[in-house]
């Protein structure tokens, strides 16, 4: 082991034995965390607001209402504030912060609401000016997602610069701050200022012709700052050049990626250790993208001519808006040795981020994982590589029941655990959820998503998507193989669903997707997606999704052939031999070249095989993105995610 050329682990980082990943680690455990950092809703309150809404009410009553249902819908304690302009005066100077940014306080956010106008002119711009300085900066080294929310039913009628032009200055290059606009009862100059501001503060325009309406578009564009993907890592500068590549130890780092831009990281490997390296790219969700947009990475040696070891990329696959993205590149010693990129020494990851002139210019922060596997101990024959879904396959029957309810996280540090059961939750458009499900070796994950019935607009015809995509503790996405993942929304039952096969060490010599990335237990992840263009068809603010879970198949006690079942060592004699219903494809099963699996057994691997392994493992999480590999000795192939096309986002 003294050999090893592993850099000493960062804080956050910890390590465990092969198969045994740690639990899924709460934002606040690595430093440089970037939770969101608070919105604020700026509320037109000008003259035109006292007009009738057609109801018999006015425009800012029916904004009031509006306002209380999305505060009522924030989650405890997200700071939130509001400012005012045309509230006070006919002047063009006349805005005010009417509520601080602080911990949400709703009857405090009530009694400001209750004091509005309407009075005077439509100062947009000043307004947006002071907006950015209520709200708080974001934590050093951390990526604090800021929104300003801006409400309005006209455009702008005071001198100054455009509001445009100010929303572009406020926001720079997008990654801390966004600003979504919702136009309330508007006509078309106001709403292409509207539109324009919210291209130019790298956010969303929402429209509203009715007070439902407004409800319901405030309540979303809120939600979706709350619930901002939770980061955590610690702050790294990839370089240009990968020959000036910043040299990283296994453990989760962040950094900033902008269009067209690469960003290089260099790591140290040994010739024995599996080393998986994940990069999570984080747009405002709903931005406008094309789908070929995302990410290309390049996983190389450094020698003097550098040879590619893995590569891969990931694609939003439609140009509905933009979602999570996330990949993997691993450098697997091949089974027999001697292979290109098995050397010990320096190699370095690309990350290359492809960019249509039309799509969003906003810089995406970006989440880098480092983890590396080392190899079995000397001696243990792993079980062979199970390529078949048995009894877990699309015909699986899957729990029934009441739902429980649950929450699902905002991305890979914070995903939602959950075990076998029927569960519950809310998505809104634009937004995935995550969840992590505990799988063991030898054990197989089986769920499905299902959309009910759902109020939606009537005459409406647009169609979006839901999604789905699993990934393994290592964020490796998994291959989709006869599993249906992705299906078009309309409103109307529909329902996706993945599994993976059996969890077997062996697997990592197989070409497949689906098979390639189950090569250790742990913690695995489920992401559930609705596209942004969702928001055209959905009468209610979220929609309601069942998550049907299981965990088939009895948990090994390791990776070796004939591992007895965690239950009792008296059961090993029944364990070896046994397979499933439908292919006998278990990682008990045969070791030979026979059935699903590819033979990667016996005195072979045994023959390869290093001294007492551990595995490092940084924050398990996950994240989703439908994804095309590129090929690479791993042989990860074709995930199939949630995406359309050749790639895709979550």
Known sequence: MGALLLPAPVAGTAYAAPGQLLPAQEPGDTTG??????????????????????????????????????????????????????????????????????????????????????????????????????????????????????????????????????????????????????????????????????????????????????????????????????????????AADPEDAPLVAPGQYLDTIGPG??????????????????????????????????????????????????????????????????????????????????DPGRYTLSVTRESAEESDTAHWPVELRFSVEEPLADGVRPAASATGYGAAGPSADLPTGEPEDIAGGTGFNDAAELGPGVWRDRLLPAQTRWFTVPVGWGQQLRYRVEIGNEPTHEGGSDSSYVRTAAYAPHRAPIGRGEFTVDRAYRGEPLAVDLGTVPVTWTNRYESGAAASPVRFGGDYYIAVSLGPEAVSIARNAAVGVVLRVDVLGEELSGPEHGASPLAGADEADEAEGAGTEAGDDTVTAADSSGGDGAGWAGPLLAALSGAAGVLLVAAAVVGTARLRQRGGPAGQGSPGGPGRGGGSPT
């Open 33 to 238: 965390t970037g939770d969101a950092t608070g919105l604020l809703m700026v509320l037109d309150a000008s003259g035109s607001m006292a007009e009738d809404d057609g109801s018999g009410g006015t425009r800012m009553a029916a904004a009031r209402e509006a306002l209380s249902t999305a505060v009522d819908a924030l989650p405890d304690e997200h700071p939130t504030g509001l400012r005012l302009f045309g509230s006070e005066n006919s002047s063009c100077t006349d805005t005010v912060l009417a509520h601080p940014v602080q911990p949400l306080d709703r009857d405090g956010l009530r009694d400001a609401l209750g004091e509005t106008g309407p009075t005077g002119n439509t100062p947009t711009g000043l307004a947006l000016e002071r907006a950015a300085e209520d709200l708080p900066d974001p934590p050093a080294g951390s990526f604090g997602r800021r929104t300003i929310l801006l409400v309005s039913d006209g455009e702008s009628n005071c001198d100054g610069p455009p509001p445009c032009e100010v929303a572009a200055e406020i926001v720079g290059n997008g990654v801390g701050l966004r600003i979504d606009t919702v136009g309330f009862q508007i006509g078309d100059e106001g709403r292409a200022e509207l539109e324009c501001i919210a291209e130019a503060g790298h956010g969303t325009y929402y429209d509203a012709p009715d007070g439902e309406a407004l409800g319901r578009e405030l309540e979303r564009a809120a939600l979706l700052s709350a619930d901002g993907y939770r980061f955590a890592g610690e702050a790294v500068e990839g």
């Open 261 to 342: 831009q690469t960003r290089s990281y260099a790591v140290e490997l040994d010739a024995a250790s599996a080393a998986d390296l994940s990069v999570t790219a984080v747009p405002h969700p709903g931005v406008a993208v094309d789908r070929r947009d995302g990410l290309a990475l390049l996983l190389e040696d450094t020698g003097e001519r550098p040879r590619r070891c893995d590569s891969a990329d990931a694609t939003f696959g439609d140009d509905e808006g933009a979602m999570v993205l996330s990949q993997v590149v691993s450098r697997v010693p091949s089974a027999a040795g001697g292979a290109a990129c098995d």
